[in-house]
């Protein structure tokens, strides 16, 4: 049986260098900075959450009503650089990406958001 992970007292640390890169016509790919799991620094997280949608995903209605995209991509360590594809993309459409770390206590962080088409 697996113990409970510790409650932190603390949120992740926001992801603030969120870009879009490589976008062909059917994919893109999201890269930013790994986190820490703390805002100071310590430690690494644990997962991403990650919504897009075709406006803007600024508040957390928005956050709320965008689609769930689906990973069960396992965060590198704090620090190093993340890169993941979105593939199934319709050329020529206008995307909005928003991310949130997640810690192991299941702390989620601020959103970073970006956009492309």
Same mark, same amino acid.
């Given at each position: 049986?697996?113990?409970?992970?510790?409650?932190?007292?603390?949120?992740?640390?926001?992801?603030?260098?969120?870009?879009?890169?490589?976008?062909?016509?059917? %994919?893109? &790919?999201?890269?930013?900075? =790994? *986190?820490?799991?703390?805002?100071?620094? $310590?430690?690494?997280?644990?997962?991403?959450?990650?919504?897009?949608?075709?406006?803007?995903?600024?508040?957390?209605?928005?956050?709320?009503?965008?689609?769930?995209?689906?990973?069960?991509?396992?965060?590198?360590?704090?620090?190093?650089?993340? %890169?993941? &594809?979105?593939?199934?993309? =319709? *050329?020529?459409?206008?995307?909005?990406? $928003?991310?949130?770390?997640?810690?192991?206590?299941?702390?989620?962080?601020?959103?970073?958001?970006?956009?492309?088409?």
């Amino acid at each position: 049986m697996k113990a409970a992970p510790a409650i932190s007292p603390t949120l992740p640390a926001a992801i603030d260098d969120l870009s879009i890169g490589g976008i062909t016509g059917y %994919s893109a &790919r999201i890269q930013f900075t =790994a *986190p820490a799991a703390t805002a100071e620094g $310590a430690g690494h997280v644990s997962a991403y959450q990650i919504r897009y949608a075709a406006a803007p995903i600024t508040t957390t209605r928005d956050w709320l009503t965008a689609t769930v995209f689906e990973n069960r991509y396992t965060p590198r360590l704090a620090g190093l650089s993340e %890169s993941l &594809r979105f593939i199934g993309l =319709a *050329p020529g459409t206008q995307y909005h990406v $928003a991310i949130r770390p997640v810690d192991a206590a299941g702390n989620v962080g601020e959103m970073a958001g970006a956009a492309f088409t």
